[in-house]
């Protein structure tokens, strides 16, 4: 079974343009979520989504969207871009989302570099 | 204030002996989730163990197992008869039964296994 796949898994982009990253989760998981991961912050919490909805989101700014679509791919886009946005983005799966034992299966990132 | 702490920024272990990898966590949830994930160089966070609050025993995966004293409120990790390829980043992650699927992150320990 094909892991979770994130592209791409390189992007360079300039201060202040948008950027949209991709995420097919594991077949069959439905729900999908996003971390950031920096050296000075570690990994925090984006959102989640399930059957196409947001269930939780974490403390970013409105710069920072997601959807996910009827397929369970995800997509998180980065609006009006920050230096301080440069990080590695995870995106994760898991079958049943909210479940407390279910794991976090994630993909290999993608790193985001901002100039 | 930190929900998960990881004390041990960098560690060091000699092929083949155990070692372990400390984490507390804070939480006032009465159903929660605890979560061990190596990421090596490349970036990927793979999934080792999980401990839930209800469960009797302590978790065990091969060569993990998961030291879970609940009174302490602590969750460490001991790798048994370490390998080079253990070489990596630890994370300690909690999810709490409230927060849907959302993981709590702890700072990281990073473990090098010495020839």
């Not at chain 1, 995800?74 to 983005?89: I, K, P, Q």
Request: net charge positive.
């Amino acid at each position: 079974k094909a892991g979770v796949t994130q592209t791409p898994r390189y992007l360079i982009k300039t201060r202040g343009q948008q950027v949209t990253l991709s995420c097919s989760p594991i077949s069959g998981h439905r729900s999908v979520s996003w971390y950031q991961q920096t050296p000075g912050q570690g990994l925090q919490f984006l959102f989640e989504y399930f059957s196409e909805t947001q269930r939780n989101k974490g403390n970013f700014p409105g710069r920072f969207s997601g959807r996910q679509f009827s397929n369970s791919r995800s997509e998180m886009n980065v609006s009006t871009l920050e230096l301080g946005d440069s990080a590695l983005y995870l995106c994760a799966s898991s079958l049943v989302g909210g479940a407390i034992s279910s794991p976090l299966h994630f993909g290999n990132g993608t790193r985001l570099t901002v100039t | 204030a930190q929900k998960i702490t990881q004390t041990q920024p960098g560690m060091f272990v000699q092929e083949k002996e155990a070692v372990t990898l400390d984490c507390t966590y804070d939480t006032s949830d009465p159903s929660y989730g605890l979560f061990w994930y190596k990421q090596p160089s490349s970036g990927e966070m793979i999934f080792l163990i999980y401990q839930g609050s209800y469960d009797q025993q302590n978790a065990t995966e091969g060569r993990y197992s998961l030291n879970f004293q609940k009174a302490r409120k602590s969750a460490n990790l001991v790798i048994s008869a370490s390998q080079l390829g253990d070489s990596a980043m630890y994370f300690c992650a909690m999810r709490e039964g409230s927060q849907g699927g959302k993981l709590i992150f702890g700072q990281g320990t990073e473990l090098s296994v010495k020839p």
